[in-house]
């Protein structure tokens, strides 16, 4: 079956950076898009950022733009976050998503889910 294992959180002070990991497995990884999405404590889930089948293309939240990187490796089927400049706002459970589409923003349209991890960021 579809699994995505996210690893890399942890707790980190303002400024610092994290790089979270996405380990996919029992599917066709270069044929799906992927994405970060997160949520904080008494929020909504939110779209963080999106990467294309081939990695050509990416898109970000107006919030992280500028600090976080999204990139994939398909020979090893896995998707990063390199999330820099942290600030406390960006603490939060993040997961990352699959889609068979080439992307997309919208939560609806992600078949596969990981089980998150947690980031958090002290002031």
């Known amino acids: 079956q579809v699994q995505l294992v996210e690893s890399g959180g942890g707790l980190v002070q303002a400024g610092g950076s994290l790089r979270l990991s996405c380990a996919a497995s029992g599917l066709t990884f270069s044929r799906y898009g992927m994405c970060w999405f997160r949520q904080a404590p008494g929020k909504e889930r939110e779209f963080v950022a999106t990467i294309t089948w081939t990695g050509d293309n990416t898109y970000y939240a107006d919030s992280v733009k500028g600090r976080f990187t999204i990139s994939r490796d398909n020979a090893k089927n896995t998707v990063y976050l390199q999330m820099n400049s942290l600030k406390p706002e960006d603490t939060a459970v993040y997961y990352c998503?699959?889609?068979?589409?080439?992307?997309?923003?919208?939560?609806?349209?992600?078949?596969?889910w990981g089980q998150g991890t947690q980031v958090t960021v002290s002031s």
């Open positions: 998503a699959a889609t068979p589409s080439d992307w997309s923003q919208s939560q609806s349209d992600y078949d596969y």
